[in-house]
């Protein structure tokens, strides 16, 4: 019987299958689009938090610094309206600062924060109500691709924010193939601002996945704990260590969880049984660093021209302005 056939109605759901299938193949992997459930979201604001992760304070001081550099390049100085479309804002922290100041210089624009979670969406856009209450803020809850494409033709410029090195978490198949994506949903003349981790000094990339109070750790465990939660497995978290490598060459940082023994995972929601060996990983998540040439390639290649690259103070981190 394969995976798409089975009776048992609990693996109809798509986080079933994909779990089955990441642990099924050679080598086991597992997708890390599953670390965010609510214990998962809590703790990647804590690593958000962690001073190891820089990637967030590098982009945090690149808005905090370039705000009005930003705005203008956002603009070109033109007093037009225009939509500033946001994918996957979290928190919109780093956001925040951008839309204070833009609200303040009264620019023209909506702010339009695209999420497939309704409940994601909601609790920003209630936080952006009290906190910045000139702004407009139009929450849109969908695909990013099906909410672009909708806007496509209602007659305003396009600024899309895809922040937070979020791209990184993207194969350079996949990521040319959202960016080609992308670029085929806007206009000539649209910008995207998308934040990017910079190749660097390798030790201090694998410290920020690597972390010393163990955060990461659990960040990745805690998928091991979903499973159980939700298809009635009974991994044992301890019997699994967190190991993540860096590779200077290719700018990938994977990280991977390791069975420390031999071992048998029933997944009973499921009826399913997964066999570890000693030592056998399981590989969790794709954390891809960049350098500047290679950026240009894939802006060039999904049909964009390079506006500004906006740096921190240390060249940690790029939030590059593209133009369709
Ligand atoms: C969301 N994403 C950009 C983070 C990253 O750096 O790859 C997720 C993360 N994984 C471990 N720490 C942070």
Not at 281 to 304: N, V
Request: charged share 30%.
């Amino acid at each position: 019987m394969t995976i798409n056939e089975t009776k048992n109605p609990k693996m109809n759901t798509e986080f079933a299958k994909d779990i089955l299938q990441g642990l099924s193949e050679n080598p086991k992997s597992l997708p890390s689009k599953y670390f965010y459930d609510t214990k998962g979201d809590k703790l990647f604001q804590d690593i958000m938090h962690m001073d190891e992760y820089y990637l967030t304070n590098c982009e945090f001081e690149i808005f905090t610094n370039q705000k009005e550099a930003l705005t203008k390049s956002f603009t070109d100085g033109s007093n037009a309206p225009f939509e500033l479309v946001e994918f996957g804002a979290g928190d919109g922290l780093k956001t925040k600062v951008l839309l204070r100041h833009m609200v303040a210089s009264e620019v023209d624009f909506t702010y339009m924060p695209i999420d497939i979670s309704a409940n994601a969406l909601s609790k920003l856009t209630q936080s952006l109500k009290s906190e910045i209450q000139a702004l407009h803020v139009k929450g849109i809850e969908n695909d990013y691709f099906k909410a672009l494409h909708d806007l496509q033709n209602d007659g305003k410029k396009k600024v899309v924010l895809f922040l937070g090195s979020n791209i990184g978490n993207l194969t350079l198949a996949e990521a040319k193939g959202f960016l080609n994506h992308l670029s085929e949903n806007l206009n000539k003349g649209d910008k995207l601002l998308i934040g990017m981790d910079l190749k660097k000094d390798p030790q201090v990339i694998l410290d920020a996945y690597n972390d010393k109070a163990g955060i990461t750790s659990s960040f990745n465990l805690n998928l091991l704990e979903r499973i159980n939660e939700e298809l009635d497995a009974d991994f044992d978290v301890e019997a699994f260590q967190h190991f993540p490598n860096y590779d200077p060459i290719t700018g990938q940082t994977k990280s991977y969880l390791i069975s420390k023994k031999e071992q048998v995972v029933k997944l009973k929601g499921i009826e399913e049984e997964i066999k570890f060996e000693a030592w056998e990983p399981i590989y969790m998540e794709l954390s891809r660093k960049y350098d500047l040439k290679e950026i240009e390639a894939l802006a060039h290649e999904s049909g964009f021209e390079i506006s500004k690259h906006f740096f921190d103070k240390r060249n940690y981190f790029v939030d590059s302005l593209w133009e369709k």
